[in-house]
C-alpha cells in the first residue's frame, strides 16, 4: 500500500536541508493538515484529479516531494476559499493550505482539462482512496510539460520529468503513439519534434536496458 499522502509530504520537507533552521513551522502538523483538505474537497464536491510527484509516488518509486498537485478548475478553486494564493498565470496556480504547499494545474487549459476527463483512476493512500491521474496521464502531462521546460533553459527539471518519462514507460505498458497523437492538438510542430526526440531517446535507453538484462539472465 501507498504512504498516506500527508507522510509523504511530511517526509519530503523534514528529509529537505534547504529546510533546516528556516522558519518555524512543525512538519508533523502535515498529515492533519492534508486530511483536513481532503475532507473539504468531498464536502464542496470538488473535482480535483491528483497529479504529479504524489500521483507518481504511487506508481514507481521516486524523489521526495514537499507539495500536492492537482488539476481544478477556478470555479472549484473559488469554493475552496481556505486555499490562499500565493501566484496565479494563465494556467497555474500556487496556493498555501494552512502551511501545506498545493500547485494547481487549471482547466481553462484544454489539455488538463483532457487529462482530468480522460485520465483518471482511484488509488489508494494510507487507506484512504483518492481521484488520481492515470500512468498515461501522467507521461502526457510530463511530455507536454518539456518544451516549456527546454525553453526556460531549466534542465534540472527536465532531467528530472525526463527519468520519471522513463520510470513510467519501463514499469508499465503505456501507448506513446497515441499520447502522440493527443499532443498534436496543443504544442507547435517544433515543439513535438522536440517531444518525439525525447521519445525516441528514452525507448532506446529501454531497450538497451532490456537487452542487459536478458544478457545477464542467460
Given amino acids: 500500500m501507498v504512504a498516506a499522502i500527508g507522510e509523504i509530504v511530511r517526509n519530503g520537507v523534514m528529509f529537505d536541508i534547504k529546510n533546516w533552521g528556516g522558519e518555524a513551522f512543525n512538519p508533523e502538523?502535515?498529515?492533519?493538515?492534508?486530511?483536513?483538505?481532503?475532507?473539504?474537497?468531498?464536502a464542496r464536491e470538488t473535482d480535483y484529479l491528483l497529479v504529479g510527484g504524489?500521483?507518481?509516488l504511487s506508481y514507481v518509486d521516486g524523489r521526495n516531494t514537499q507539495d500536492v498537485d492537482f488539476i481544478l478548475s477556478k470555479a472549484d478553486l473559488a469554493g475552496v476559499p481556505e486555499i490562499a494564493v500565493r501566484?496565479?498565470?494563465?494556467d497555474f496556480v500556487r496556493g498555501d493550505f494552512s502551511g501545506l504547499q498545493?500547485?494547481?494545474?487549471?482547466?481553462?487549459?484544454?489539455?488538463?482539462?483532457?487529462?482530468?476527463?480522460?485520465?483518471?483512476?482511484?488509488?489508494?493512500f494510507g487507506g484512504m482512496t483518492v481521484r488520481t491521474v492515470?500512468?498515461?496521464?501522467?507521461?502526457?502531462?510530463?511530455?507536454?510539460?518539456?518544451?516549456?521546460?527546454?525553453?526556460?533553459?531549466?534542465?534540472?527539471?527536465v532531467s528530472i520529468y525526463e527519468?520519471?518519462?522513463?520510470?513510467?514507460?519501463?514499469?508499465?505498458?503505456v501507448d506513446v503513439e497515441s499520447l502522440m497523437k493527443l499532443l498534436r492538438k496543443y504544442l507547435l510542430e517544433s515543439d513535438l519534434l522536440e517531444v518525439r526526440e525525447t521519445?525516441?531517446?528514452?525507448?532506446?535507453?529501454?531497450?538497451?536496458?532490456?537487452?542487459?538484462?536478458?544478457?545477464?539472465?542467460?
Fill in 54 to 56: 504524489i500521483a507518481l
Fill in 102 to 124: 498545493i500547485d494547481l494545474l487549471l482547466t481553462q487549459n484544454k489539455l488538463f482539462d483532457l487529462v482530468r476527463k480522460r485520465f483518471a483512476t482511484v488509488r489508494s
Fill in 163 to 173: 527519468s520519471d518519462i522513463t520510470l513510467l514507460l519501463m514499469n508499465y505498458s
Fill in 134 to 157: 492515470t500512468v498515461e496521464g501522467l507521461v502526457l502531462l510530463k511530455l507536454y510539460a518539456l518544451p516549456s521546460l527546454y525553453r526556460q533553459g531549466n534542465f534540472d527539471r
Fill in 87 to 90: 501566484d496565479e498565470n494563465r
Fill in 199 to 218: 521519445v525516441v531517446a528514452i525507448q532506446a535507453r529501454l531497450r538497451r536496458f532490456d537487452r542487459s538484462r536478458l544478457s545477464e539472465e542467460s
Fill in 29 to 42: 502538523s502535515l498529515p492533519s493538515v492534508v486530511e483536513q483538505l481532503f475532507a473539504l474537497f468531498e
